[in-house]
């Protein structure tokens, strides 16, 4: 059962981490989800092999290790609200620029044009 | 001690849900923040001072097995860290409640409890036993911070907030996968068992969760090259979010590789440590140079002064890792003070570039001394803490034979100085060259957006609209 | 949301009506069961959530404010966890009473109830955080020392 929980654990980062790398931020979120999915499987991966509900007296067989489990929760809850949070930043964006790309930084391009122009133009450049 | 371990972690919390009822009521709100936060920095010296005489507490959540409960761990490193971190956030919060109304506070209305959050989240990110509840902490910590960094919703603020939360969020699911990674190994996350179960295991998988957790902790603080998140994001925040973000919530990150990584007896990744030390160092550094703004400038070294904390973590040698210590209590006020500072600077001049303003040296001395003596020390120049805690580093280094880590510190030690004295000549002696006329007339509009902003709004604006006239004035007489 | 013009649909308006009550009461049935059954707080909470954003959508209004609910369940999951140490225990233990009552029969429960109510106030608080923070009437139209700021990021650039 691991290799098939593997696989998809490693096509859901690929994709995720595909996702994330796009500019408009509805993509990144659904990009986080994946990858939110895929930890999720991961922790269940490390749990080991499947037994019954690890609630004590509930079945004879051997249960499964409870503790993955609940990190599984935890991590799930945690980012049911980030998903959220990031959504809100999205339309907030969505309000002031009328897309939800994530813009260049200006004073990045300002120290990648000083680099290229000589010294003598950089006093009016600042400005 | 249970008492005062579990108050500085849930106290804070609980203040920030008093706070967050009675938001609107400033004096109450204020009250209830600043007496969390005192609350927290005591019960932070009390656990110092405990942890000292009475050797390491150990507080089992719920009374649970270490092996599937919660622990939380205070011993001496932890408790010094802990009174460092609360003192520096009082300090910020009483310095937003000073400055309240101009444009280096945001809305206190958010950043009051969002503060005491913060607080709980770093409290137990210090405190914590086990990986997983690391990983929350983080978690809250975040959280607070993405709050902190966007509650104003400015078109900057939200681009920059955008770089940190995506950046952030993935350094969580990395740490998650990480975590899945160590506990198939191992069969556990607390940290205690793992110093006896990591050593013990392959060394190719030995090596890998060392790496892996190096780049998620890597991450959080900055080093090369996981870094260039945190230029981006600092400078356009409100300085009193900045100044705790720059203080604090890289040096956790540090804080944690320091934890992680010698307890699992990582010797063998010092080198690589060592390498991307000397680069965070010299990258950070240069960074600094090319930039023309105090908060800027205040990022990059950031960054820089990571990589001091960073050698001394990969020398894995007794006097490397203290020294490290010693820079890391050293760095948190010293950092959080420099960018109160520029938050000053702003204020006063509303602006922070360094073509716009000039000769405060002499209108305003007393941040002319206030900015001097936290940067003498950031630039390690004796009788500061700044000084003795780079002298440790390096003697260590050269105890250690790494020579070649010891020459880049000083170097990059230099041009801290070099970078230093850029912003005395800008901000304190020399006098603003007069701007051209269309960059006067945006740059006053600029101040006056400004004043809008401050969440009164009154007080800043008049000030505001005075020094907008009188940038107009200068722009007119060269 | 609900269509401006024709206000919302008469179904969806009568249905969401129709499942508020039950959706409700399951919600107050999974709290209960959570004490050692699958459930608890944060199902609950999303459960009531769920309603809220329902009924949003039908055109309801929402009846509580977010601030006033994650303070209150904040302050409440505190209290719980730290109760405890009042008589000296650890923090965060949990006191668990087993009682007969009428009507209902043997009843186990315990201070993690309480906890738990707290998380359902944060959960549910959340949600209308979310739905509030979604609406944002008061931001619809950016205020113009933003649309200035736009402009000055443009020019700069």
New interface residues.
């Given amino acids: 059962m691991s290799a098939a929980l593997i696989a998809a654990v490693a096509a859901l980062v690929g994709s995720g981490v595909y996702l994330i790398t796009s500019r408009s931020l509805s993509r990144i979120v659904l990009g986080f989800s994946l990858l939110g999915h895929s930890a999720v499987l991961a922790l269940l991966a490390a749990g080991g092999s499947a037994g019954a509900p690890p609630i004590v007296g509930s079945s004879d067989r051997a249960p499964s290790d409870p503790l993955p489990q609940a990190f599984s929760l935890t991590a799930i809850v945690i980012s049911f609200g980030l998903t959220l949070f990031v959504l809100a930043l999205a339309s907030r964006q969505r309000q002031l620029t009328g897309d939800d790309l994530v813009e260049d930084d200006v004073e990045d391009r300002r120290v990648a044009q000083l680099s290229s122009k000589p010294a003598d133009d950089r006093a009016g450049e600042t400005a | 001690m249970?008492?005062i371990?579990?108050?500085a972690i849930?106290g804070p919390?609980?203040a920030?849900?008093?706070?967050?009822?009675v938001?609107e009521r400033h004096h109450l709100r204020d009250a209830i923040t600043l007496m969390g936060l005192s609350a927290t920095a005591l019960a932070a010296i009390a656990l110092l001072i405990d942890v000292q005489r009475n050797g390491t507490t150990v507080?089992?959540?719920?009374?649970w097995d270490p092996e599937?409960g919660i622990v939380l761990v205070a011993d001496q490193f932890a408790a010094l860290i802990l009174v460092v971190a609360t003192l520096t956030i009082l300090v910020v919060d009483i310095f937003a409640i000073g400055q309240r109304g101009t444009a280096s506070t945001g809305d206190q209305t958010v950043v009051g409890p969002m503060l005491l959050v913060l607080t709980a989240g770093v409290s137990l990110a210090i405190l914590t036993g086990d990986l997983?509840t690391l990983f929350?902490a983080f978690?809250l910590i975040l959280?607070s911070s993405?709050v902190l960094l966007?509650h104003q919703?400015?078109?900057?603020q939200?681009?920059?907030?955008?770089?940190y939360?995506?950046i952030n969020?993935?350094a969580?699911?990395l740490f998650?996968?990480g975590?899945?990674?160590v506990?198939?190994a191992t069969r556990t996350?607390n940290i205690a068992l793992l110093a006896e179960r990591i050593p013990e295991l392959d060394n190719g998988v030995r090596l890998g969760i060392g790496l892996w957790f190096l780049v998620v902790f890597g991450t959080k603080a900055a080093m090369f090259p996981l870094f260039s998140w945190l230029p981006?994001s600092y400078?356009t925040a409100p300085t009193t979010v900045t100044a705790v973000f720059a203080g604090l919530l890289t040096k956790i990150g540090v804080y944690v590789m320091i934890r992680f990584h010698t307890l699992t007896g990582m010797d063998d990744l010092g080198p690589v440590i060592l390498v991307a030390a000397g680069l965070t160092m010299l990258v950070g550094v240069a960074g600094a140079l090319?930039?023309?703004?105090v908060k800027?400038i205040l990022s990059f070294h950031v960054v820089s002064q990571i990589g001091y904390m960073l050698m001394g973590l990969g020398l894995f040698s007794v006097a490397g890792v203290a020294g490290a210590v010693l820079f890391l209590v050293h760095q948190i006020p010293v950092k959080t003070v420099m960018f109160l500072v520029g938050g000053l600077i702003e204020d006063d001049q509303g602006n922070s570039?360094l073509?716009k303003v000039g000769g405060l040296a002499a209108r305003r001395p007393i941040i002319a001394v206030l900015f001097a003596i936290p940067a003498l020390s950031l630039a390690g120049i004796p009788p500061f803490s700044g000084f003795v805690a780079k002298l440790s580093l390096i003697d260590a280094g050269i105890n250690a034979g790494s020579v070649a880590i010891v020459v880049v510190a000083l170097v990059a030690s230099m041009f801290t100085l070099l970078s230093m004295s850029k912003i005395w000549l800008g901000v304190f002696w020399r006098e603003p060259?007069p701007?051209?006329e269309?960059?006067s007339s945006?740059a006053s509009?600029?101040m006056m957006?400004g004043g809008?902003?401050g969440c009164c709004g009154r007080h800043p604006r008049r000030r505001l609209a005075r020094r907008a006239a009188l940038e107009h004035e200068r722009g007119n007489c060269p | 949301m609900s269509d401006q013009t024709t206000g919302p649909s008469p179904i969806v308006s009568l249905s969401v009506r129709a499942a508020t009550p039950l959706a409700l009461v399951i919600a107050v049935f999974v709290f209960f069961a959570g004490h050692n059954r699958p459930g608890g707080g944060f199902a609950a909470g999303l459960l009531i959530g769920a309603v809220l954003v329902l009924r949003s959508v039908a055109g309801f209004p929402v009846p509580f404010r977010a601030i006033p609910l994650l303070a209150i369940g904040t302050i409440i999951a505190c209290a719980v966890a730290l109760a405890p140490m009042l008589w000296g225990d650890v923090f965060l233990n949990q006191v668990v009473v087993e009682q007969t009552l009428p009507l209902l029969g043997k009843v186990k429960s315990g201070s993690a109830l309480v906890f738990d109510i707290g998380v359902t106030l944060i959960v549910s608080g959340l949600i209308v955080a979310v739905l509030d923070g979604f609406r944002a009437d008061h931001l619809a139209t950016p205020p113009p020392d933003l649309a200035n700021e736009k402009t000055n990021a443009e020019n700069d650039s």
């Fill in positions: 249970n008492a371990i579990a108050l849930v919390l609980a920030s849900g008093v706070g967050l009822l938001r507080v089992r959540v719920g009374g599937l997983f929350v978690e959280v993405y966007t919703g400015r078109a900057a939200l681009r920059s907030g955008m770089t939360v995506v969020l993935l969580s699911t998650l996968l975590l899945a990674y506990y198939t996350v981006d400078p090319a930039q023309n703004d800027r570039s073509d060259t701007p051209s269309p960059a945006k509009k600029r957006n809008h902003h």
